[in-house]
């Protein structure tokens, strides 16, 4: 499968404690993308980058959010502190044009 | 960014067509309208997307209206696969650097055996 993957798919994690995901685009693909989709709503867009520069970031990604693409291949987005308003699908999408976003399966976190 | 306006949730009969309406009032005339679905535990997949001729794919159609204010995706034989959310995005053509997609909280197609 030469899909968007997203590693872990579910996550269970303490209020306070630290976590990373990972996402691996399409490979040819230098635009990634990071969405958080809360359960009803459409997802949120939260930061876009280019090969690895990273152009932009919502205001949705606080200080305890960052992202990082090293290399311009995978992504990885960490949460630090984590409160349990962070509960929720974290996705991740690429795509080289700029009007077709492929979309990874997600990874839900879920904050106690 | 440009808002679209879509109904909460639809109901179609399976192997019937389907128009799934989006209202898009405040569109700009570099604006282009995009289609995604989000099938069950899954993240959204790409549907279509047009400016202002109508479209076809192997997916769908869509229909713009000739004021561009509003848009129909066509469903030609809905299936049971086709129960989704369908959200309808604008996203300015002019964002050479990057293209953020603003998703609302989409249509809910049911399809009935």
């Known amino acids: 499968d030469t899909g968007v993957s997203q590693d872990p798919r579910h996550k269970i994690t303490k209020r306070g404690q630290n976590v990373t995901f990972r996402c691996d685009p399409i490979?040819?693909?230098?635009?990634l993308y990071w969405y958080r989709q809360t359960l009803g709503q459409g997802p949120e867009f939260l930061t876009y980058f280019q090969n690895e520069a990273q152009l932009e970031k919502s205001r949705l990604l606080s200080d305890r959010f960052s992202a990082e693409r090293p290399k311009g291949s995978f992504s990885t987005l960490e949460i630090q502190r984590t409160e349990q308003g962070d509960s929720a699908m974290y996705l991740c999408?690429?795509?080289?044009?700029?009007?077709?976003?492929?979309f990874g399966p997600g990874t839900r976190l879920t904050v106690t | 960014d440009a808002k679209t306006t879509q109904p909460n949730s639809m109901e179609s009969n399976e192997e019937e067509p389907v128009h799934l309406p989006c209202n898009h009032s405040?569109?700009?005339?570099?604006?282009?309208i995009h289609w995604y679905r989000q099938l069950p535990s899954q993240g959204p997949e790409y549907v279509i997307h047009?400016?202002?001729s109508n479209v076809n794919n192997r997916m769908a159609s869509l229909a713009i209206a000739e004021d561009r204010k509003s848009s129909t995706l066509i469903l030609h034989r809905a299936t049971l696969r086709d129960a989704a959310v369908y959200y309808c995005i604008l996203s300015d053509s002019l964002k050479t650097s990057y293209d953020k997609v603003i998703f609302g909280p989409g249509t809910s197609l049911s399809v009935i055996p």
């Open positions: 047009g400016l202002t």
């Open positions: 999408a690429s795509g080289s044009l700029s009007y077709e976003q492929y």
């Open positions: 405040t569109i700009s005339g570099t604006d282009y």
């Open positions: 490979s040819e693909h230098n635009r």
